[in-house]
């Protein structure tokens, strides 16, 4: 890669582009019918702002757990593991783009989601990668309160406060996290184990953790009723929620009774699926059916 792509890779793009995604979902439901000028322009640099301090974060991570993600399969293209970018580059790019995108949030949008957005990143980058996630099997229940956080950034965004409304949304994304991320670790197992990080089916195995996946998609398919239960969207939200969650409790199923590393894989790449879908249909439920 060139130095530019390396850089970028730091960034985790494909992980920030879903960041900002449920940030801008948070963002469209706070704003009522359609958006004015002013909405949009504070909503651009809000994005702009948390793909900034998100990438900031991400770049952190490579550098702490450059010596992990060079013994995994899954990781060990990345420069920092690689050695094509020194602690000192790393740490630097780090650091300038989170005081950017603090900036641009502090002055152009506005202080509170700067604070929950640098929150967020003390959150991820420190206390999840340092201190949860070498250290406790629950890293990722604990650590998923950070992964959680952008719609409601995209809520304080437009509104200038955190509602109901976000922290329905947030409580979605805390419970879609395990399952999901539990899906990749069960067939990346050797890997972790190899890492030397305690993830739940290395510390607890395979079985314990499956009954886990499934336990938190019933769980989940319940707070993903929540946005119709509170009038936050109707009948076309409420039929693909329904749907969605009965494929993911399905999976989920079928990975408990009879595993293999195909179906992890599809679990996890449903996941994916479940939430993105979700979140369009509210983004699509909303301006079908303006409240």
């Known amino acids: 890669m060139t130095r530019v792509a390396q850089f970028y890779a730091l960034t985790k793009p494909r992980v920030v582009q ?3 995604f449920c940030a801008v979902i948070g963002m469209v439901l706070a704003v009522p019918g359609l958006p004015r000028l002013e909405d949009l322009r504070v909503a651009a640099f809000a994005a702009l702002g948390i793909w900034l301090v998100a990438g900031a974060a991400a770049a952190f991570n490579c550098l702490v757990e450059k010596g992990i993600d060079a013994k995994m399969r ?3 293209w990345r420069p920092t593991a690689k050695g094509e970018l020194s602690d ?23 202080p509170l989601t700067m ?3 640098f929150g967020t990143f003390v959150g991820y980058a420190v206390i ?21 956080m952008p719609p409601v950034l995209g809520w304080a965004a437009m509104r200038g406060d955190v509602g109901p409304e976000a922290l329905v949304l947030f409580l979605i994304i805390f419970l879609w996290t395990p399952p999901h991320f539990w899906a990749l670790a069960l067939y990346r197992v050797e890997d ?13 195995g395979s079985e314990f953790t499956r ?18 239960a509170i009038g936050m969207s109707s009948w076309l939200y409420l039929a693909a929620a329904l749907a969605l969650s009965a494929g993911f409790t399905w999976y989920g199923f079928r990975l408990w009774r009879d595993y ?23 983004l699509l439920d909303h301006y079908l059916f303006v409240r």
């Open 260 to 282: 293999s590393d195909a179906l992890a894989r599809k679990t996890f790449r449903f996941s994916l699926v479940h939430l993105s879908v979700l979140f369009a249909a509210l």
């Open 74 to 76: 899954r990781t060990a």
């Open 88 to 110: 000192t580059q790393t740490l630097l790019f780090s650091v300038i783009l989170c005081a950017a995108g603090s900036l641009l949030l502090y002055w152009t949008v506005n």
């Open 18 to 20: 879903l960041i900002v």
């Open 115 to 117: 604070w929950l957005t």
């Open 128 to 148: 999840y990668t340092v201190v949860l996630k070498p250290r406790t099997p629950q890293n990722i229940v604990i650590g998923g309160a950070s992964g959680a």
């Open 211 to 228: 009954l886990q996946i499934l336990l938190y998609t019933l769980v989940l398919a319940a707070a993903c009723l929540l946005p119709f």
């Open 192 to 204: 972790y184990r190899k890492s030397g990080l305690p993830m739940l089916p290395v510390t607890h």
